[in-house]
């Protein structure tokens, strides 16, 4: 039962254009989302978060946006550079204690100059 | 400094073996993780320990022993390896316990069972 979902595998943005990562969940009880970057060979690299009490929250050329009765949150990362091109992972959490992230599946995201 | 450290980066062994893979933090966090990374590519918490104390522990065979001789150090032993525990195991870390503290990961231990 995926409670954090990534449904596009792969995205592929031309560089200087927005790119957008989409998540969906279905646990109510997750109050805090995450974003994480991962390259190749290497652990993912905590990237941007947003706490349910907001709607958006912003880091240079990437913003979070979250929609809660949606259950649905977004990265936008603008412009794109080929930096970018890398796994990208939503994450989950909720309910305080020491609590595991939840991770969806992973969007490949590719920069094509 | 690398801030997470896993050994081994690779491992392999065949099926029935006992292996252990390391972990350390110099971050002077409180709070450590375990996580795999299976096949079909989901990441899932395996074990988080605060203070040397286990706080979390998903459904995780007993095969599988967590072990913290200090806070920064949180290793992994699995005994009598089976062909599905093939997978990237990542270690974490986090200042406190609590789901907002971001978790800084390892580079990940490779395992492959025969």
């Known amino acids: 039962d995926q409670q954090v979902k990534q449904n596009s595998p792969s995205l592929s943005v031309q560089e200087g254009r927005i790119s957008i990562l989409n998540c969906d969940y279905t646990?109510?009880?997750?109050?805090?989302f995450l974003w994480y970057k991962k390259y190749p060979a290497e652990g993912p690299t905590f990237l941007i978060s947003?706490?349910?009490?907001?709607d958006k929250n912003e880091d240079g050329r990437f913003t979070v946006f979250l929609n809660k009765s949606a259950k649905h949150l977004s990265l936008h990362i603008v412009p794109s550079q080929p930096g970018d091109s890398a796994v990208y992972f939503c994450?989950?959490?909720?309910?305080?204690?020491?609590?595991?992230?939840?991770f969806g599946k992973g969007t490949h995201l590719i920069i094509q100059p | 400094d690398t801030a997470v450290s896993q050994t081994p980066k690779y491992l392999v062994t065949q099926m029935g073996n006992d292996k252990s893979i390391k972990c350390e933090q110099n971050?002077?966090?409180?709070?450590m993780y375990w996580y795999k990374q299976d096949s079909k590519k989901f990441l899932k918490i395996m074990f988080s320990?605060?203070?040397?104390?286990?706080?979390i522990n998903e459904t995780v065979p007993n095969r599988f022993s967590p072990k913290s001789p200090d806070k920064a150090h949180l290793n992994l032993h699995i005994n009598s390896l089976e062909l599905g525990d093939s997978a990237v195991y990542f270690c974490?870390?986090?200042?406190?316990?609590?789901?907002?503290?971001?978790?800084?990961f390892g580079p990940g231990t490779r395992l492959l069972v025969l």
């Open positions: 947003i706490s349910s009490i907001k």
């Open positions: 971050l002077g966090h409180d709070t």
């Open positions: 646990n109510s009880m997750f109050d805090y």
């Open positions: 320990y605060n203070n040397k104390e286990l706080i």
């Open positions: 974490a870390s986090s200042r406190l316990a609590g789901g907002q503290e971001t978790q800084y």
């Open positions: 994450a989950a959490t909720g309910g305080g204690g020491a609590d595991g992230l939840t």
